[in-house]
């Protein structure tokens, strides 16, 4: 698939194409891409000096979910906003506006989706996953990172994945901010509640390598602790309305509209 496939904008004309990407199965793996984001030493070092997670650590899932939304489901003029407040957010930030830094956040945030609905839902197979890269495309764009070195298919993708996870290394930041975000001290009750639950998958969805750079436990124990935890969620997933499942992305979107209406920013930040 080439980059004359790719769509200009956030707006996906395939309607079967569209639903799939409004599908919010992908929120089941927004710890690992945030994980896998600040195994970069520089993104880890942005997050930590610039970021609010200790006090609102669920806040910054959902200002990722919001900018994702608006870029691959939301109008044009929804991803123009989305991409404002992006860079809006990014402007202090030390590094925040490298090309191979923001490279690497798009691409988390297209193969842990993908990874999602292969772990929780149904496997995406060569045909579609080519299509969602294609989707996913403008995500890079409009973080600023240059079309062309968007990977063009999902072999080329692998190679990038691949030469890139072997780079990463986690650094005490990273560790500083996984203990804010898996072990929030600040958050509302029903988020503390849902941790552990939180703590399985993001864990569980690791690479291997990085796991043990984050010092995570996961032997026998914890892998059958996952494995359950999967087939539940995948229980529970199949017993959910197609759309309850795309609920998530209007409501968030609604709710950039609201503020950009009121001239606030949504503080969208995904690195």
């Avoid at 942005?46 to 994702?68: C, E």
């Avoid at 890269?133 to 691949?162: H, K, M, N």
């Amino acid at each position: 698939m080439g980059p004359t496939s790719r769509p200009s904008s956030g707006r996906v004309p395939d309607r079967d194409l569209r639903r799939f990407l409004a599908d919010s199965t992908p929120v089941a793996a927004g710890g690992r891409a945030i994980l896998l984001q600040i195994a970069d030493p520089v993104v880890a070092a942005g997050v930590r000096r610039h970021s609010d997670f200790a006090r609102r650590p669920q806040q910054r899932l959902a200002r990722t979910l919001m900018f994702v939304s608006a870029v691959l489901v939301g109008t044009e003029a929804d991803a123009a906003v989305a991409a404002a407040f992006v860079t809006r957010a990014h402007r202090p930030v030390a590094g925040a506006d490298e090309v191979d830094r923001q490279l690497w956040v798009a691409a988390t945030l297209y193969d842990s989706a993908i990874r999602a609905h292969e772990l929780f839902g149904t496997p995406t197979g060569p045909s579609l996953a080519a299509r969602v890269l294609a989707a996913y495309a403008p995500i890079g764009t409009s973080l600023r990172v240059p079309a062309d070195r968007w990977p063009t298919s999902v072999a080329d993708f692998e190679q990038y994945w691949t030469r890139t996870l072997a780079g990463l290394r986690v650094t005490d930041d990273a560790r500083g901010v996984v203990r804010d975000l898996l072990h929030p001290r600040f958050a509302p009750l029903w988020v503390r509640a849902a941790m552990p639950l939180v703590r399985v998958v993001t864990v569980g969805m690791l690479p291997e390598d990085l796991r043990s750079q984050y010092g995570f436990a996961w032997g026998p124990r914890e892998r059958r602790r996952f494995r359950r935890t999967v087939r539940r969620v995948r229980v529970v997933r199949a017993l959910l309305p197609g759309w309850l499942l795309r609920l998530p992305g209007p409501l968030l979107l609604r709710a950039m509209r609201r503020h950009a209406a009121a001239g606030q920013p949504a503080r969208t930040r995904t690195a």
